[in-house]
């Protein structure tokens, strides 16, 4: 017996993916919720509605946020994929993830991204409860211009 098929205006799964897709190339682009609304001539709540997948977004609607976005319309329904490593696209979900790769991204100097690295490294060990060798953690700090 075939499975009957959602509403009409039902969200499904898809609408819920389409709309985390939204919100990620969103952020990515370093645009707000009112930008993009702004952009299509809607609410910030309607683009709320469209990212949480509460509201289905239409063919035409989801052509107009594809092009302020710069993508085709066909990446809001590629499969992403998942890794068992943490690395790849759903680790640029982890809020604030795509504005540390673009500050990162505009420092010219070699020897600072090195440093910047090394700093974060070290403040993600201090946060899982694991400090950094004393001797790294000096490193760092002599390594970092003084205020």
């Known amino acids: 017996m075939p499975k009957p098929s959602p509403k009409p205006k039902q969200t499904t799964a898809i609408d819920h993916g389409v709309g985390s897709r ?3 190339l969103r952020a990515a682009n370093g645009l707000s919720q009112s930008a993009l609304a ?3 001539g809607v609410s910030f709540q309607q683009v709320q509605k469209y990212e949480t997948g509460k509201n289905r977004v239409g063919a035409g609607r989801l052509q107009a946020i594809a092009e302020r976005l710069g993508v085709p319309v066909s990446s809001f329904f590629e499969p992403e994929p998942e890794s068992a490593t943490g690395n790849g696209p759903s680790l640029l979900r982890v809020s604030g ?3 540390l790769l673009r500050a990162y ?3 010219a100097d070699d020897q ?3 440093d910047v690295l090394s700093l974060v490294k070290s ?3 201090i946060g899982q409860g694991r400090t950094a060798p004393a001797a790294e ?3 760092v700090c002599d390594a970092l211009p003084s205020a």
């Open 137 to 139: 953690q000096v490193a």
């Open 112 to 114: 600072m991204r090195r």
């Open 38 to 40: 702004s952009a299509l």
């Open 97 to 99: 993830a795509v504005e």
């Open 105 to 107: 991204n505009q420092i």
């Open 123 to 125: 403040a993600a060990r």
């Open 22 to 24: 939204i919100a990620f």
